[in-house]
């Protein structure tokens, strides 16, 4: 079992306005991280500054970035290269739904932007500064969704493999450095993410956990080292399940739950 990152180490937050990224906030905070905050809604996240600033005495910061574009990871990919160690949560994303065919193609490309090259590119800006002090750490959201094809949710769940595959990958590479990585991979959570994806009758079941309990299981995986975290038992079993079956089959029982007819 690995030490947890001390709290001397800053913690970055991407998509920090709400749900997974919110909770990782929280939870930082109350174990004395200061915080960088990183979203597009301003007066959100100066709201959460304000309250983990008064319940934990932790310096917080709030920097207002589309992290979809090349102009606004820029500064925030700098902050990592030159202040580090940090503990980076990349967890700005977005999902959409539908026939691949139908769906806007520039909607698309901009969930690809998001989704997957700035993982890449605040991933590559933290890790030689982490790697250097030998402490610190990454923590990229991966999702359940990345252990299959989705149609339906094509581009979505290709972005995430990807990022299950990068981490994994990485994790391994920084074995003895004294920096980790892990990937994240929930499954139904309760965040906004179903009302911008279109899902949020898929989400009218018992099994959708809460962001705090998605962040806790992190948190505790991140501490013991892990490489990956799958959150509940049924999300294990939704990641593990498709690797018994045929791909043909998978991909078929996948269709008729994600179909929007």
């Known amino acids: 079992m690995s030490d947890p990152v001390p ?99 520039k909607r698309e490309a901009e969930e690809v932007e998001l989704n997957v090259v700035t993982v890449h590119e605040l991933t590559a800006a933290v890790l030689p500064g982490n790697v250097d002090a030998a402490k610190g750490a990454v923590i990229n959201v991966a999702s359940t969704a990345a252990y ?36 994240l991979c929930p ?3 309760r965040t906004e993410f179903d009302q911008v994806a279109g899902m949020s009758a898929l989400f009218n079941m018992p099994l959708p956990m809460s962001a705090d309990a998605v962040v806790r299981s992190a948190l505790r995986a991140l501490d013991r080292g892990h490489a990956i975290c799958v959150p509940g038992p049924h999300n294990l079993i939704l990641a593990q399940g498709p690797r018994l079956v045929p791909r043909s089959a998978v991909r078929r029982i996948v269709s008729t739950i994600f179909d929007p007819r």
């Open 187 to 189: 499954g139904p959570t």
């Open 148 to 183: 299959q094809a989705i149609p339906y949710m094509a581009t979505y769940a290709a972005t995430k493999a990807f990022v299950l595959h990068f981490t994994e990958a990485i994790a391994q590479e920084l074995h003895g450095t004294g920096v980790r990585a892990m990937a």
């Open 7 to 105: 709290p001397s180490v800053p913690a970055l937050v991407t998509g920090a306005s709400s749900g997974i990224g919110e909770g990782f906030a929280r939870q930082l905070a109350a174990r004395g991280h200061d915080l960088t905050l990183v979203a597009r809604r301003t007066e959100r996240m100066q709201a959460l500054a304000k309250e983990l600033r008064a319940q934990h005495s932790v310096k917080v910061s709030v920097h207002t970035a589309d992290l979809g574009t090349h102009a606004g990871r820029g500064p925030v990919a700098t902050m990592l290269r030159t202040k580090g160690p940090w503990l980076l949560i990349n967890n700005a994303g977005f999902g959409s739904r539908g026939r691949f065919v139908d769906l806007d193609a």
